[in-house]
């Protein structure tokens, strides 16, 4: 009877060990978990700390049509994505001249075809828009 109490005893422990080695794994396992399916960013609310993080400023004053063909016009009048009309290249411009500046102006703005109203720039104003227009049609010629 001692030696089956002594085995009991011996199972009981080992089995407590198990019980403790299971649970420190998964303690482990469920930090990685959170680790690996936490969000990439955080929200910051208005009067949070990080609340005062520097934003980036808006322009000083109406960039000029180079600046704004560099920064939102070029990925398609650089190469013609979906019949843009190049820069540099004056046959691309013809037929769109023949409608008119104005007309040119107005699709520049509220967009035509593929393109998209202000090529997406939503925060340039509309003459910076023309501003644009006519850099890249100066560069046509």
């Known amino acids: 009877m001692s030696q089956l109490k002594n ?3 011996l199972l009981g422990a080992a089995g407590l060990g198990l019980v403790l ?3 420190a794994y998964a303690a482990d396992r469920t ?4 680790e690996r399916i936490k ?16 934003v980036a400023a808006a322009p000083a004053g109406p960039r000029s049509g180079a600046q704004v063909y560099d920064t939102s016009c070029t990925t398609c009048h650089a190469v013609g994505v979906s ?3 190049k820069l540099g290249a ?3 411009w013809t037929a769109r001249l023949d409608k008119g500046l104005d007309t040119l102006y107005a699709n520049a703005i509220n967009g035509i075809n593929a393109m998209p109203a202000k090529g997406l ?7 910076e828009i023309k501003a644009s ?3 890249m049609l100066e560069n046509s010629k």
Not at 39 to 54: F, H, K, Q, R, T
């Open 83 to 85: 019949g843009a009309p």
């Open 31 to 34: 930090e990685s978990l959170k």
């Open 7 to 9: 085995i009991v005893s």
């Open 21 to 23: 080695v299971a649970a």
């Open 39 to 54: 969000p990439s960013g955080e929200l910051c609310m208005a009067g949070d700390d990080c609340a005062g993080a520097v």
């Open 90 to 92: 004056p046959e691309d």
């Open 121 to 127: 720039c939503m925060d340039c104003s509309d003459d």
């Open 133 to 135: 227009v006519d850099y």
